[in-house]
C-alpha cells in the first residue's frame, strides 16, 4: 500500500475497515453456501429444489466480494 493511500485511511478510519468487512461478508456467504449445498434436494419429479439457486446467487455475491476487495487494494479488475 502507498504511503500516500496508507495517510489517507489513517485520517479516515472508517476506510480501514473495509478489508474487514469484506472478509467477513465472504466468510457468511460461504456458510450460507455450505448450508445451501447440504439442504439441496431433488423433489419427487428430480427437479432441483430453490436451494440450489440459492447457492449460485451466493457464490455471485461472493464473487462480487472478492472483486471490490482487488478494487480497494488498488487493483485494476476488468468490468464484467
Do not use: F, W
Not at 496508507?6 to 465472504?26: F, Q, R, T
Not at 448450508?35 to 423433489?43: C, H, L, P, Q, V
Amino acid at each position: 500500500m502507498s504511503d500516500n493511500k496508507v495517510a489517507y485511511i489513517n485520517k479516515n478510519p472508517d476506510l480501514a475497515s473495509i478489508d474487514d468487512e469484506i472478509k467477513a461478508i465472504e466468510y457468511d456467504l460461504r456458510q450460507i453456501m455450505q448450508s445451501a449445498e447440504s439442504m439441496t434436494r431433488y423433489n419427487e419429479h428430480g427437479q432441483l429444489l430453490q436451494l440450489e439457486a440459492i447457492r449460485r446467487h451466493c457464490g455471485q455475491i461472493l464473487t462480487r466480494c472478492l472483486r471490490v476487495d482487488q478494487i480497494s487494494k488498488g487493483q485494476h479488475v476488468p468490468k464484467t
